[in-house]
């Protein structure tokens, strides 16, 4: 990771979990972390915790609505003026609403829709459009996926969830080859993380506090900090190392 000391990376929905646990890392290993939620004092604390455990990086909080696009682009704007543009891009932020496909809510896959593919497109575009405009050719895009981006489970509340991150896992594949075909060596890759003990069953399952603890119970769920070092290995490979995608799941779990 030395390579990567002092230079800019952007965490989307790093307030808590895993994006959380990413800026933590990165801040850790002497990156400058723009960590953006919507609840910013979150990473106002965790920037003040990275501060008083004498990290070498520094976590610098901003606010964005990733469903508004205009907020997405004042947030690039502002990074270039503050800090001159975007070497890494975590596209970490991600949601699901329990909307079925045969009874669910159109505001609710639209929501899903926004966060999980339009803003991880936006994002991606505006990282690359940062690097070319500076002449960075080895920065790198990494997507959160899932293993519901790999296979359907037999689940009505994640049917349309697990449609998004299909649909990361291509928009990765697709952004590989085309930073291929710009001649770039930019990297793009995606993580797939099983269950990740997090805030994710909670708001998924926010009417059914039982549902949402079971998440965690039936066997050892990964943790955050799991998911983190997946992105620290990532960064670490050699130059002309490409990982695609990374598969990762409990031993437990079966699907």
Known sequence: MDR???????????SVGIGAAIAKELVRCGM????????VDKIQNLAAECQSAGHSGVLVPFKCDLNNEEEILSMFAAIKDQHKGVDVCI????LAHPESLLHGQTSGWKNMLDV???????CSRETYQSMKERNVDDG????????????????????FYSSTKFAVTALTEGLRQELREANTHIRATCISPGVVETQFAPRLYSENA?????????FKALEAIDVANSVTYVLSAPPHVQIGDIQMRPVEQVL
């Open 210 to 218: 039982d549902k949402a603890a079971a998440s965690y119970t039936k």
């Open 4 to 14: 990567w000391r002092g230079r800019v990376a952007l965490v989307t929905g790093a």
């Open 116 to 122: 999980n593919v339009l803003a991880l497109c936006i």
């Open 91 to 94: 596209n970490n932020a991600g």
């Open 32 to 39: 400058k972390v723009v960590g953006c939620a919507r609840d």
């Open 140 to 159: 790198h895009i990494i997507n959160l996926n899932s293993m519901s981006g790999h296979r359907v489970v037999h689940s009505t509340d994640v049917h």
